[in-house]
């Protein structure tokens, strides 16, 4: 089945059973808020390389954090008793977002575009998008953002300046957003590492329960 080309001038996509077994759902369109609302209400996100057209992805099955399920292992456990530690939101959604694409752009290379940074700064404006970061004795050691619809948080991407950084950034995240009834952290797609932080792969129907909820 030929992949969804988005419509000129109308904010819609496709039913997302029929993305494609990798995941990939549609091309095209725009970044603009309404779209990624609407995108990210159906799980759907885009994920593309600079110049080519925006791609979006809605795989069928789904791979989340439950908030009350983070795993904490001995030995992060021992390093979070012996350091002083404090979740910062939103101290600079801009700069965050910035340091997780240059992470990525010096490494494994990086799907944060100009027009990614962009639009996800106008979600902050309005509301729905996050930036975390931890501080492990009064400086910053890493960093993630998202998006936030209702009480769900979608992630983006995450940075690391120190040691452990994501990982306590994600473990402090996880404890705030359980204590505010979030159901999930979205994870996009599996990595060992949020395998490791007590990632799981549910089904898309189930997922969307969540959302919904």
């Not at 759902?25 to 925006?54: K, Q, T």
Request: one cysteine or more; hydrophobic letters at 40%.
């Amino acid at each position: 089945m030929p992949v969804f080309r988005l419509p000129a001038g109308r904010i819609v996509f496709p039913d997302p059973k029929f993305a494609e077994p990798d995941g990939l759902l549609a091309v095209g369109g725009d970044l603009c808020m309404e779209r990624l609302i609407l995108a990210y209400s159906n799980g759907i996100f885009p994920w593309y390389n600079e110049g080519d057209p925006v791609m979006w992805w809605c795989p069928k099955k789904r791979f989340i954090i439950r908030p009350e399920k983070i795993h904490i292992s001995h030995s992060l456990a021992k390093y979070m008793r012996r350091h002083e530690l404090q979740l910062v939101l939103n101290r600079d959604f801009a700069d965050t977002m910035h340091r997780c694409r240059m992470k990525r752009e010096y490494g494994e290379g990086t799907w944060i575009t100009d027009a990614m940074e962009k639009a996800y700064a106008e979600m902050h404006r309005n509301g729905y998008a996050m930036a975390a970061e931890v501080q492990v004795d009064g400086r910053i050691a890493g960093g993630l953002y998202g998006v936030v619809l209702g009480k769900c948080f979608f992630g983006e991407s995450m940075y690391s300046d120190a040691e452990n950084g994501s990982k306590l950034t994600l473990v402090l995240l996880a404890q705030r957003l359980q204590e505010q009834g979030c159901p999930m952290i979205d994870c996009q797609f599996h990595t060992d590492f949020l395998e490791s932080m007590g990632g799981e792969y549910i089904s898309y129907a189930e997922y969307k329960q969540l959302i919904e909820a």
